[in-house]
């Protein structure tokens, strides 16, 4: 079976050679390390019954289990062998995606590939060749962001296991990384990462709010709730100098000016990081955004994840939260003109982020 998987992919690079794709070294990595993860992939009960494996790591795949079987029962995604078998690949994330935008400008560069079409990000199995090419990205003007990705979506072309990426999470972490998952293989729409990140991360605040319910995890779902407050809160500041960067790039003011003044607003954003995090005694959440290098680049993924959040929020409130009509509806939606699209998410979108949350 894997020899087939390998024979396929191979004449896939093959066929985008011949396209008059160049880069096949990137290509080929991206064949080796989809290859490393079925060669290492092991049914999870048989790991369960293995007598040289930890108790703590056959309780969390156990979970996992209940967790896989609750998403499909009761929040009615795909029913299949994702998340129900189980890799070790020895390192702290599977792959790490290298995100950049101009220097004065917000919006992510994009790359185009078969099957995903054109996302803000490419992704390496490797850290240093994401590293070597965030480098020469960064010779070339560009702000640059390098960062590890614990878990992905082959979009159901495979049976995406569970990775050694997941193990030491939270029970909640874990529930949110396969809802996640799971939904990108729902709905997804190419060429549109901005649609199917604030799709995807709904449906997975959504199921977890769901999980920690019905299981009677009260105190786990007040804590929840409060993450979910203070990443609202958190955005808001992202936002406000989000727009203050676009209005400055907007300016038309000398590269010289532009780059001094992106310095300050950006030093002056992480005052108010340091400040928010003091006044909720929150010692460790947000640090990524106290990084001296901070740039264009992590503004951009951001805001990938969950401008459209509250849009898909509201369109699953119009459904009283069922989620079987509300995935036909964003399915439909997937299915309109990019501009018809665009229009119909601004006007779902006139809510606070998260407002499903406070409930």
């Known amino acids: 079976m ?3 998987i390998l024979s396929s992919l191979l004449l896939c690079v093959c066929f985008l050679l011949l396209s008059g794709c160049s880069d096949f070294d990137y290509y080929l990595q991206a064949i080796d390390g989809q290859y ?6 092991r049914d999870i009960h048989e790991i369960i019954a293995d007598p040289q494996v930890s108790g703590q790591l056959k309780s969390q795949l156990d979970q996992a289990l209940h967790i896989r079987a609750f998403a499909s029962t009761w929040l009615h995604l795909p029913d299949n062998d994702s998340y129900r078998r189980y890799a070790d690949l020895g390192r702290p994330y599977v792959v790490w995606n290298v995100v950049a935008t101009p220097e004065f400008s917000l919006q992510p560069v994009t790359w185009c590939f078969p099957i995903a079409g054109c996302v803000p990000y490419r992704g390496y199995f490797k850290k240093q060749p994401a590293i070597d090419f965030a480098r020469k990205l960064k010779k070339e003007g560009d702000d640059v962001l390098v960062y590890g990705v614990q878990a992905y ?10 990775l050694n990426t997941f193990n030491n999470v939270s029970e909640t972490y874990l529930a949110a990384l396969i809802f996640h998952e799971l939904a990108h293989q729902q709905v997804y729409l190419p060429g549109d ?20 319910m019905m299981h009677g995890k009260s105190r786990q779902a007040e804590r929840y709730r409060e993450q979910l407050a203070m990443e609202r809160d958190f955005l808001r500041l992202a936002r406000t100098c989000r727009r203050r960067l676009q209005t400055l790039y907007a300016s038309g003011q000398t590269p010289e000016f532009m780059r001094r003044e992106k310095h300050r607003l950006i030093r002056s954003f992480q005052d108010e990081v340091r400040r928010f995090r003091q006044q909720r005694n929150d010692g460790s959440g947000f640090s990524a955004w106290l990084d001296p290098a901070l740039n264009n680049a992590r503004f951009a993924s951001l805001n990938t994840y969950y401008q459209l959040v509250p849009a898909f929020q509201h369109l699953l409130s119009l459904y009283q939260g069922e989620l079987d009509p509300f995935y036909r509806q964003v ?18 979108g006139r809510r606070e982020p998260f407002a499903s949350a406070r409930r």
Not at 36 to 41: A, D, F, R, V
Not at 331 to 348: G, H, M, Q, S, V
């Open 331 to 348: 399915a439909e939606i997937a299915d309109r003109p990019a501009t018809e699209r665009k229009r119909i998410l601004a006007f779902l």
């Open 36 to 41: 490393e993860i079925l060669h290492k992939t």
């Open 153 to 162: 979506s082959t979009l159901n072309w495979f049976d995406d296991p569970l």
């Open 193 to 212: 990462s901005d649609f199917n990140e604030a799709f995807a991360k709904t449906v997975e605040m959504e199921g977890v709010k769901r999980w920690l």
């Open 2 to 4: 894997r020899a087939i």
